[in-house]
């Protein structure tokens, strides 16, 4: 998938769907699912996703994984919305982040997060859930 409108749209669109089947009545029942689809008028689209929503799992993250399918992703979801801050560290492939809210609003898209770097990248506050999928 090429950057542009589209994959921004995609990747919004991907998020909303996301947020909203995770809201904190359905969370639990929600993360043992290993798959989004998201839907839109260009058609319909399915992709992995591995959940973290366990503290130890939202802290490994995607450190040291060295690639990641086109279709695939891993979806951070918190018991409550709340601020949330993500960092680059021992991350090894470039990411784009999608930070929604419980409405399943989409509060922040970051790009391209580079690869070791340990400049926070604020998601901003009442996030539910982060999706991280291949940058670019």
């Given amino acids: 998938m090429g950057s542009g409108p ?16 995770l809201t904190p009545a359905t969370a639990a029942a929600s993360c043992s699912e290993d798959a989004v689809w998201l839907r839109g ?16 799992e ?9 690639e990641m399918g086109r279709f695939e992703g891993m979806l951070f979801v918190y018991e409550r919305p709340q601020p949330v801050s993500f960092w680059m560290k021992n991350t090894l492939i470039p990411l784009d982040m999608i930070f929604a809210d419980a409405r399943g609003v989409v509060r922040r898209v970051h790009e391209n997060a580079v690869p070791g770097d340990l400049t926070p990248i604020p998601g901003g506050d009442d996030i539910l859930v982060v999706l991280e999928v291949n940058g670019g």
């Avoid at 008028?41 to 130890?56: K, N, T, Y």
């Avoid at 939202?58 to 060295?66: H, N, P, T, Y």
């Fill in 6 to 21: 589209g994959r921004r749209g995609l990747i919004r669109g991907l998020a909303f769907l996301a947020a909203l089947a």
């Fill in 58 to 66: 939202r802290a490994q993250g995607l450190m040291f994984v060295e």
């Fill in 41 to 56: 008028d260009w058609g319909e689209s399915r992709f992995r996703v591995e959940v973290a929503d366990e503290p130890d």
